[in-house]
């Protein structure tokens, strides 16, 4: 695992753990790139939200407006894609996690914009951020193109894919696919910049980062987990916002707690940070990982390391 915490604008801790390579007895290093799986949402989001900002989206198009077809009784829009409520009789009425749904958005943005978003999202946030260990899916080679990178030596800083089976860790193999919804790599390093990238206001204006964060309500008032491209909920009075990743040999976790400039990542290459527990329901308190952070740094006031 490689793991970060930010705090009010600076990486305050750094930390790698175990091996990038068993066969090899690589240690991961604070360099080591991760596949993020679902983290690729938040990136998504941001390119969504500025598209929005310039006019060339608005949240409450339809989305076949952008060839995107879904049988549905009521209109899914495009918010509805963005926060995971584009199923049921009525969208946006429920909340249900849905990564192929908010894969859809691809063709928002490339009918939108004339461009893919991983072109968007090298050009507007990965390369102005200098965030220099992020790339999208190094075995994606129309996506990769956009990193300006080499892919023999990105391959190179990359944690080896493992899974757990019948209690033995065996090599595995992480997904060749890259879109909205999953594909990004990064290091924890690279995973808080960019998060202190939002808080700065650097990537979105303040108004369009408060809608990224703000929960949704249906028509019945009720506040559903999720906000746009993140889940949003209030734990003992803390508005938290965050975010997993779950593919095949490899997940995540970003943890934010914006009123007090806090960020928490932890990348794995492996499925064990978010396979055991039902994140995708809104159980954040579910994973041990996520428990220990929160109970030490934000419900209690231990200093940060």
Same mark, same amino acid.
């Given at each position: 695992?490689?793991?970060?915490?930010?705090?009010?604008?600076?990486?305050?801790?750094?930390?790698?753990?175990?091996?990038?390579?068993?066969?090899?007895?690589?240690?991961?290093?604070?360099?080591?790139?991760?596949?993020?799986?679902?983290?690729?949402?938040?990136?998504?989001?941001?390119? #969504?939200?500025?598209?929005?900002? &310039?006019? %060339?989206? $608005?949240?409450?198009?339809?989305?076949?407006?952008?060839? +995107? =077809?879904? *049988?549905?009784?009521?209109?899914?829009?495009?918010?509805?894609?963005?926060?995971?409520?584009?199923?049921?009789?009525?969208?946006?009425?429920?909340?249900?996690?849905?990564?192929?749904?908010?894969?859809?958005?691809?063709?928002?943005?490339?009918?939108?914009?004339?461009?893919?978003?991983?072109?968007?999202?090298?050009?507007?946030?990965?390369?102005?951020?200098?965030?220099?260990?992020?790339?999208?899916?190094?075995?994606?080679?129309?996506?990769?193109?956009?990193?300006?990178?080499?892919?023999?030596?990105?391959?190179?800083?990359?944690?080896?894919?493992?899974?757990?089976?019948?209690?033995?860790?065996?090599?595995?193999?992480?997904?060749?696919?890259?879109?909205?919804?999953?594909?990004?790599?990064?290091?924890?390093?690279?995973?808080?910049?960019?998060? #202190?990238?939002?808080?700065?206001? &650097?990537? %979105?204006? $303040?108004?369009?980062?408060?809608?990224?964060?703000?929960? +949704? =309500?249906? *028509?019945?008032?009720?506040?559903?987990?999720?906000?746009?491209?993140?889940?949003?909920?209030?734990?003992?009075?803390?508005?938290?916002?965050?975010?997993?990743?779950?593919?095949?040999?490899?997940?995540?976790?970003?943890?934010?707690?914006?009123?007090?400039?806090?960020?928490?990542?932890?990348?794995?290459?492996?499925?064990?940070?978010?396979?055991?527990?039902?994140?995708?329901?809104?159980?954040?308190?579910?994973?041990?990982?996520?428990?220990?952070?929160?109970?030490?740094?934000?419900?209690?006031?231990?200093?940060?390391?």
């Amino acid at each position: 695992m490689g793991a970060a915490i930010a705090s009010n604008g600076r990486i305050a801790w750094e930390k790698p753990f175990g091996l990038a390579d068993i066969s090899a007895n690589t240690l991961v290093r604070d360099a080591t790139t991760f596949h993020m799986a679902s983290l690729t949402k938040l990136f998504a989001t941001v390119v #969504l939200l500025r598209l929005v900002d &310039s006019g %060339l989206v $608005a949240l409450d198009d339809p989305v076949s407006k952008y060839g +995107v =077809q879904l *049988s549905s009784p009521g209109t899914i829009r495009v918010r509805h894609l963005m926060s995971m409520t584009s199923g049921g009789a009525t969208p946006g009425e429920q909340f249900q996690y849905n990564g192929d749904r908010f894969a859809l958005l691809d063709g928002v943005i490339r009918q939108s914009s004339g461009r893919t978003f991983a072109d968007l999202v090298s050009g507007w946030i990965i390369t102005p951020l200098g965030l220099s260990h992020t790339a999208p899916n190094v075995d994606d080679p129309a996506a990769f193109q956009y990193s300006g990178k080499d892919a023999a030596s990105y391959r190179a800083s990359m944690a080896k894919p493992y899974a757990l089976a019948n209690g033995e860790v065996r090599p595995s193999q992480y997904p060749p696919h890259f879109s909205v919804a999953a594909g990004l790599i990064s290091s924890a390093a690279d995973m808080a910049k960019f998060s #202190l990238g939002l808080d700065g206001g &650097s990537l %979105l204006g $303040a108004a369009s980062r408060t809608r990224m964060y703000t929960p +949704v =309500q249906n *028509s019945r008032g009720e506040t559903l987990p999720y906000a746009l491209g993140t889940f949003s909920q209030v734990y003992q009075g803390v508005r938290i916002v965050w975010a997993y990743g779950y593919w095949t040999a490899n997940s995540s976790l970003i943890i934010k707690v914006p009123e007090r400039g806090l960020t928490f990542v932890v990348l794995a290459n492996s499925d064990r940070l978010s396979s055991p527990y039902p994140l995708g329901s809104g159980a954040l308190l579910e994973s041990p990982v996520a428990r220990e952070f929160l109970n030490a740094f934000v419900f209690n006031s231990t200093p940060l390391p």
